[in-house]
Nanobody
């Protein structure tokens, strides 16, 4: 049974940075597409970024140039670097793994992901 554990969230001032981690057990993340999602209070969960099994990445428009996704194969961990944070980035951030992801898959659809972490809270406030 695959398990994903997010960490790295916290309280940060506007303009600050955080690095979120998604550590896996029971599954090798290198082989699959990994998505990062977030859910702000009162809002639906939305896709933030993803990295495919071959390293292709994409980002939601509001985070392009500020967030960066990466993978550490040795640690079986995927990271999401959050820079220049603003209050609108406040949310619970989740990572998820898609076991069947193809070139035509829409990474923003949470229904294509098979396993999810429990989430880590990011609060951006002065």
């Amino acid at each position: 049974q695959a398990q994903l554990v997010e960490s790295g969230g916290g309280l940060v001032q506007p303009g600050g940075s955080l690095r979120l981690s998604c550590a896996a057990s029971g599954i090798t993340l290198d082989h699959y597409a990994i998505g990062w999602f977030r859910q702000a209070p009162g809002k639906e969960r939305e896709g933030v970024s993803y990295i495919s099994g071959v390293g292709k990445t994409d980002y939601e428009d509001s985070v392009k140039g500020r967030f960066a996704i990466s993978r550490d194969s040795a640690k079986n961990t995927v990271y999401l670097q959050l820079n220049n944070l603003n209050p609108e980035d406040t949310a619970v951030y989740y990572c998820a793994v898609a076991l069947n992801f193809w070139a035509g898959s829409n990474w923003r659809l949470d229904s294509i992901y098979n396993y999810w972490g429990q989430g880590t809270l990011v609060t951006v406030s002065s």
